[in-house]
């Protein structure tokens, strides 16, 4: 038996499945902003940037001439510096620190720490991947407003 449908009625039923699919489908969170300051001649900067984006934050880069005024300003410890600096949901995020833990800490929103960073620039860390797969070990660390360091993720 075969069941042939005007494309009237088989535009109608269309819309009413789209409808339906849609009233019980959980509303989408729009993108998290998220701006990223670096030196203009950065390029590993970019790279983290795009993996940020491929992580479905919305990010817009500053080339800001005076990085060290700028970590000042979020209060990231001298000893967690790196190259570039984040701001998130008021939290700042200091280097090449893994989406998985940004998303951790935007999830968490701890009230104790002023925000994360990976100290330095390890080969392996996102946006700073070598092409033969050489991986150092490194740690994610948080900070408070007071200059206090502890392990995020080690």
């Not at 789209?18 to 390029?43: E, K, N, V």
């Not at 893994?98 to 392996?124: S, T, Y």
Request: include cysteine; charged fraction near 20%.
């Amino acid at each position: 038996m075969t069941l042939t449908l005007s494309r009237r009625a088989f535009v109608g039923a269309a819309a009413g499945s789209l409808a339906a699919a849609a009233c019980g489908s959980p509303r989408r969170t729009p993108p998290q902003a998220m701006t990223i300051y670096r030196d203009p001649s950065c390029g590993c900067c970019e790279a983290w940037a795009g993996i940020a984006r491929q992580a479905g934050y919305e990010v817009r880069v500053v080339d800001h001439p005076d990085m060290p005024a700028i970590k000042r300003r979020y209060g990231v410890p001298d000893r967690l510096l790196s190259c570039h600096t984040s701001v998130v949901g008021n939290y700042a995020v200091e280097g090449h620190v893994p989406l998985v833990d940004v998303r951790r800490l935007l999830k968490a929103r701890p009230a104790q720490i002023k925000g994360i960073a990976v100290p330095g620039m390890p080969i392996g860390s996102p946006g700073m991947e070598s092409p033969d797969g050489t991986r150092q070990k490194f740690q994610v660390m948080a900070f408070d407003g007071g200059g206090r360091v502890s392990v995020f993720r080690g």
